[in-house]
């Protein structure tokens, strides 16, 4: 019998706490940060952090965790189809 292996699906969760921390599983890959904003690749669909003085405290990709400190101002899920993603990180390089 042959062993078909299922794709892992990592459950996504956010959790915000008094808007100074954040956590962040399903997490896939971050595509960039600084100290005003993180783009990550989540299972739920590319996931934009916005806030100021943030900084990565945790990171592990293995276990799709990310834990983000600093004052968060707002989230945003990018829709590919829109152009949303496009616009935001090309729009910034190319500033």
Do not use: C, W
């Not at 706490?17 to 783009?39: A, Y």
């Not at 299972?43 to 004052?71: P, W």
């Amino acid at each position: 019998m042959e062993d078909k292996k299922k794709p892992v699906t990592i459950q996504h969760r956010v959790e915000i706490s008094e808007r100074e921390s954040i956590t962040v599983s399903g997490v896939s890959n971050v595509e960039s940060f600084d100290d005003q904003e993180v783009v990550l690749e989540t299972s739920a669909g590319v996931l934009l952090i916005r806030g100021r003085e943030l900084h990565v405290k945790q990171l592990n990709l293995d276990e799709g965790n990310l834990a983000i400190e600093g004052f968060i101002q707002g989230l945003d899920y990018l829709d590919e189809g829109g152009g949303k993603k496009a616009r935001g990180l090309l729009g910034r390089l190319l500033k």
